[in-house]
């Protein structure tokens, strides 16, 4: 059966890599900017463009199970944009600092017509940060096109004081635990001998 990765994130490629299942991956080309424009509620904007990533690539394979995913980072109900840039990094890491902030996690599995929705909620509290200390981790990780502007997975977790989750493997953009259930009811089997 195959299986296409609907983004070409380095991030979610790696976490598929560890259920050991072959697949590829396809940049969906939908443009974010358009639905973030129009959608204000951070959920259904996780979901929308999680669906519609899938929906892209599954248009051309109507056999693959295709995975669209998205992530949005939201605090006191506003969503928190990629930082893009060493200055918006570190301004959106001072708003963080010693708040709770929301990490949202969307994935749509679609095969022909049918549809799974997933959505992860997880809860990070950020320690208070000196602005030396926000600079610093800014120039090591460059988080720069990281939901919070943080890599969790990397030196990012030496900024936080609670996590609250269920699947740390959301933070990074794909909750597995969620996911591998939803593939095998898919049909796909796994982990796989290597022989």
Known sequence: MKLILASTSSYRES???????????????VEEAHWKQTINDPRELAVTLAREKANAIASHSPDAVVIGADQVAVIDSEILDKPGSRAANIEQLKRLSGQTHQL???????????????????????????PAEI?????????????????YEAH??????????????????????????VLRDFGLHFPMSSS
């Not at 976490?15 to 080309?29: V, W």
């Not at 949202?104 to 000196?130: G, H, P, S």
């Open 156 to 181: 990012g977790v030496s900024l936080f004081e609670e996590v609250r989750c269920t699947d740390t493997t959301a933070i990074q953009g794909l909750p597995l635990l969620t996911l591998s259930k």
């Open 104 to 130: 949202l996690t969307a994935v749509c599995v679609k095969q022909d017509q049918t549809e799974r929705i997933l959505l992860d909620q997880t809860f990070l509290r950020m320690r208070d940060l000196t």
């Open 135 to 151: 600079e610093a981790y800014v120039d090591l990780d460059e988080p720069f096109d990281c939901a919070g502007g943080f890599k």
């Open 15 to 29: 976490l598929l890599r560890r259920l050991g299942l072959l697949f590829e991956s396809a940049a969906p080309g």
